[in-house]
């Protein structure tokens, strides 16, 4: 399989700024500081992770939509970087992305129709008759009803809005799909709906996406492969079979032991791994490991100096930690106590 | 008398292409510390349920019958200045779409603290220093800092918790929470649901919590309302509806779950299209779609009854035995362990 996407040490500093007359920099929120990885030409990559730890920031540089502050980003064998506008318009249609808050994404005072039809309109796409035809067969695969194609987006429920974004970045056949959180606001019955059309499309025009969700159960279905952001950073990054059944890094083992069950006696009896701490401060990020203030197993004088680096340490499987997970699940002591460290050290 | 009385509440809205009916008849009852969790198909009219209660409509194309008593005194005929009082104080919201509820042009501070100044008398100074402890609660790290920070500032999730914190800064006695965690990673979601289950249990508060998270729900819940079409499909206990779901839609619903421990190719999905609300389906609504359809569902409307003797309430006309063999099987589907 050929690389679609590669993001090459990825940064996005968004400066803070003070003074009236005089803007002057005087710190920088770190949202995405130094991400690289790669996506094949009709994969699915997930992206996991803390809110506010990067991952629309990450998908806005990618499509572009955000001037990235150091780093390259390839699309097609091609450095897109530094492209301006004008050159980006052609690529527009190859990238589409589907907007986390699907309200403040579209257009209050134009009717839904329209806006599932500007992409075709503005790539010329198809005479008027066509793209409405085009529209309403778009509405209805995303379960929407052609009964919606004149209504405005407040009239909508919130899950409706969320299939409009979708019907939208479907209409051009577009290469790459970024896709923050598609299902998080649909009934299960109909987020099956999507993430079995999402498949379908993908087989059937070789259809590469990037996900982003915080429900795990979504990104098992339709990932090939997992990355589990921390702060800005890349901890974990595996096929989803490996990161499901194997996870290394404790911030992923937080986030499995988490995932609430829906089973009203298990849910009960759940203990999920609790994360100590405030959530870091992505000016000023912690030293060493990024996770090391809340992670149950750091050992001082190594998590909290050294910055573990993203380390693959099986086949195909990364994690950036010192004291991996040794298997999978894990008692509370288990996961406090490395193996690699003996009691009586870790004390001291 | 239970805390909050709703009765046959209906809701319209007039759109271009005709009269919307977006709630049917829902009917429910919630007491002091209970969490009522509402699931349902997207577009089943959950939102607009709560925000009727809330007199949160636009009345300009909206007509709502019924009524919705808190305490007894109806929220739907109650004149706007008391409805105003109420509403942040006793009885507060927290909204699906975080951005459109927050003001983009104001700080976020000056947001949490107008809650605040709306219906107590206190200082600027003491309503800043709430402000700031609400949105240390909801774990938004740096918040003296942070609190002067517009919303285009704050990733999803962390607007989400800003809404949170707007809505319990009050201390009210029922919270409806809409989609309160979707935009949540699982941990922080973690975190907000314990939170709130502890100023459940300090303040008796009462939670209304409509998800789509059927976990969320299993594991929140002491009741679960099952919405298809504006109407209340089911109505049980949380054990009844996990273990002993009584309609199709409901077994539709868990069906379709995607699983962590388990690998499937294809999801199931409920075959068909949400139904019309400008024409709903005659009979049963959800009868376009469901498997067991048989011919008086096309013709007639199926009533909200008990199963059995219990409490659990359904709305299909199939019989018990059958209610019951389906249910066994999607029960034992759902608790099918990884291979
Ligand atoms: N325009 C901006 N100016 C300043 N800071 C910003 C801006 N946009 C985002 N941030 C900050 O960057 C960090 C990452 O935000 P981002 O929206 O990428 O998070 P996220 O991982 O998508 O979170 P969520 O899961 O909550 O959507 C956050 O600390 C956020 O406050
Ligand atoms: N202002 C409005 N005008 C016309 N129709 C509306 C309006 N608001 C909502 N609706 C319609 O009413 C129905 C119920 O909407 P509601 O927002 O309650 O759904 P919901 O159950 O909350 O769905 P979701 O899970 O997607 O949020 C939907 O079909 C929606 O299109
Ligand atoms: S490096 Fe140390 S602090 Fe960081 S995740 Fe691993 S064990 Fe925890
Ligand atoms: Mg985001
Ligand atoms: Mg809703």
New binding site residues.
């Given amino acids: 399989m050929s690389t679609l996407l590669t993001v090459e040490n990825l940064k996005m500093h968004f400066p803070i700024t003070q003074g009236i007359v005089f803007q002057k920099q005087i710190a920088a929120v770190k949202a995405v500081d130094g991400v690289s990885f790669e996506v094949k030409s009709g994969e699915t990559l997930g992206i996991v992770g803390e809110s506010g730890c990067g991952k629309s920031t990450l998908a806005r540089c990618i499509l572009r939509l955000l001037d990235p502050t150091e780093g390259t980003i390839m699309f097609d064998d091609r450095d897109i970087t530094h492209l301006s506008r004008a050159e980006m318009r052609p690529l527009r249609r190859e990238m589409m992305m589907v907007f986390q808050d699907p309200y403040a994404s579209l257009n209050p005072r134009k009717r839904v129709g329209f806006t599932v039809a500007e992409p075709l309109e503005v790539n010329g796409i198809g005479t008027p008759a066509e793209r409405k035809r085009r529209v309403q067969e778009l509405l209805e695969v995303v379960g929407l009803s052609p009964e919606h194609y004149n209504r405005f987006p ?7 809005r969320q299939r409009i974004g979708v019907a939208r970045a479907l209409a051009v056949n577009p290469k790459l799909i970024v896709c923050d959180e598609p299902v998080s ?1 649909l ?1 299960v019955s109909v987020q099956a709906q999507i993430l079995n059309l999402l498949k379908d499309l993908q087989r059937e025009f070789g259809l590469t996406y990037v996900v982003i969700a915080h429900d795990l159960n979504v990104v098992r279905h339709i990932s090939d492969r997992v990355m589990v952001m921390y702060l800005g950073k890349i901890v974990e990054l595996a096929s989803d079979r490996e990161l499901y059944h194997q996870p290394l890094h404790p911030y992923t083992g937080a986030l499995m032991s988490a995932v609430p069950s829906p089973d009203p006696k298990r849910a009960r009896g759940r203990k999920p791994i609790v994360l100590e701490g405030d959530v870091p401060n992505p000016i000023n990020p912690p030293d060493g490991c990024r996770f090391h203030p809340r992670c149950p197993r750091m050992q001082t004088g190594v998590c909290d100096v050294d910055e573990p680096e993203l380390i693959e340490s099986v086949a195909g499987h990364s994690r950036a930690c010192h004291y991996p997970l040794e298997h999978w699940p894990m008692s509370p002591e288990e996961l406090r106590q490395p193996a690699s460290v003996t009691p009586t050290l870790a004390s001291t | 008398m239970a805390l909050l009385e709703v009765e046959n509440l209906k809701t319209r ?1 007039r ?1 271009d292409d005709g009269v ?1 009916t ?1 709630v049917d008849g829902v009917s429910f009852t919630l007491e002091k510390g209970e969490t009522l969790g509402i699931v ?1 198909e ?8 709560c925000l009727t209660i809330m007199g949160l409509n ?1 009345p300009r ?1 909206t007509v709502s019958e019924g009524a919705a008593r808190l305490d007894g005194v109806d929220l739907l005929t109650t004149d706007p200045e008391s409805l105003r009082a109420l509403r942040g104080m006793r009885i507060a919201m927290i909204f ?1 779409d975080p951005m459109t509820s927050l003001n983009p042009v104001k700080k976020i501070g000056w947001q949490l603290e107008e809650a605040v100044l709306v219906h107590r008398d206190v200082s600027r100074k003491e309503s800043r220093a709430l402000a700031i402890d609400a949105m240390k609660s909801v774990r938004i790290p740096r918040a003296e800092q942070r609190i002067d920070d517009y919303p285009h500032q704050f990733s999803g999730g962390m607007r989400q918790r800003v809404m949170i914190a707007m809505a319990l800064i009050n201390e009210p006695d029922i919270v409806i929470a809409d989609e309160p965690t979707t935009a949540l990673d699982v941990t922080t979601q973690a975190q907000i649901l314990d939170l709130m289950n502890e100023l459940q249990r300090e303040r008796e508060m009462a939670i209304i919590m409509i998800t ?1 998270d059927l976990g969320v729900v299993a594991e929140v819940a002491d009741e679960v309302i099952v ?1 298809y079409g504006g109407q209340v499909a089911e109505h049980a206990s949380v054990d009844d509806i996990f273990y002993r779901p009584r309609h199709p839609y409901t077994w539709g619903l868990l069906g379709s779950l995607p699983r962590l421990d388990l690998e499937v190719e294809r999801l199931e999905q409920i075959p068909g299209q949400p139904p019309s ?1 400008l024409n709903p389906p005659s009979g049963c609504r959800f009868h376009p779609r469901c498997t067991f359809a048989m011919d008086i569902c096309r013709t007639e409307v199926p009533q909200l009854l008990p199963f059995g003797e219990g409490l659990h309430l359904q709305r299909c006309w199939l019989d018990d035995a059958t209610k019951e063999r389906e249910s066994a099987r999607t029960v034992a589907g759902l608790q099918q362990e990884a291979s």
């Fill in positions: 407040h009239e909508f429920s919130g899950g409706q606001a009934d | 809205f759109t919307v977006a349902g997207s577009g089943s009219g959950k939102s607009v349920t636009d194309n699906q789509h919405m609300l």
